[in-house]
């Protein structure tokens, strides 16, 4: 069965600081990994995602994040916070064998950018 | 990105009244849709998958005379709660996926869920 884990409930950080969101995971075979942001009373909107190649990957609003096998982890960056960024983020998996296209969603952190 | 509309955004109704919410693929074709329920500041919690066609898949614990899922064309999917009762009450969200040669990299385009409030 494939999961993840989410540690952080609550993410605090001052505005222009530099913002981590953690994420692990575990799955068969290949993980396909994917960050998606929560503003309230809204569906999710796609962030980013890890398929194949460059460990770092960019994506939108000035998002990255950087895939480490060993460490079987995702965990999503951004150089210089905004208060727009506070937000519910979640990471997610897909498997790349048997019937494991379902996503898991880990249970969400929220982001909080302080001005 | 693709477009995944969802209707309505919000409902209240009375108990014991059912409720359906619609979500469509706006700009794509979906074979495989997904429904989840979110509580306050929790994470998503997927209810059933909805395959074109066929019946719904649904997870453990989730009443699915309760929650009727129907899937009728590659766009629609629409989502009933019947004999709504207040503990229903919730966020529901539908996401979908283009239809592509390997499920599994596809990131999934979400509706912007729909408020129950059952009185």
């Known amino acids: 069965a494939q999961s993840v884990a989410q540690p952080e409930d609550q993410v605090n950080v001052a505005e222009g600081n530099p913002l981590t969101v953690k994420c692990t995971y575990s799955v068969s075979g290949n993980p396909y990994l994917f960050w998606y942001v929560q503003y309230p009373n809204r569906g999710l909107q796609f962030l980013l995602k890890y398929i194949t190649g460059d460990n770092l990957v960019k994506g939108s609003y000035g998002f990255e994040a950087e895939f480490n096998k060993s460490q079987t982890s995702f965990h999503l960056k951004k150089p210089s916070a905004l208060v727009s960024d506070s937000a519910l983020y979640f990471c997610?998996?897909?498997?790349?064998?048997?019937?494991?296209?379902?996503?898991?969603f880990g249970r969400g952190t929220s982001l909080i950018v302080h001005p | 990105g693709a477009v995944v509309s969802q209707h309505p955004s919000w409902v209240i109704c009375k108990s014991g009244t059912s409720v359906k919410i619609e979500c469509r693929s706006l700009?794509?074709?979906?074979?495989?849709m997904f429904w989840y329920r979110q509580f306050p500041k929790q994470s998503l919690m997927l209810m059933a998958t909805s395959n074109e066609g066929s019946k719904a898949t649904y997870e453990q614990g989730v009443e699915k005379d309760k929650f009727l899922i129907n899937h009728a064309s590659l766009t629609l999917s629409t989502l009933t709660v019947t004999s709504a009762h207040p503990e229903d009450s919730s966020f529901y969200i539908c996401?979908?996926?283009?239809?592509?040669?390997?499920?599994?990299?596809?990131?999934?385009?979400f509706g912007e869920g729909s408020r129950l409030t059952v009185l």
């Open positions: 997610a998996v897909r498997g790349s064998s048997g019937g494991s296209y379902i996503p898991t």
């Open positions: 700009d794509f074709q979906a074979t495989t």
């Open positions: 996401s979908a996926s283009p239809a592509a040669a390997n499920m599994n990299t596809g990131e999934l385009f």
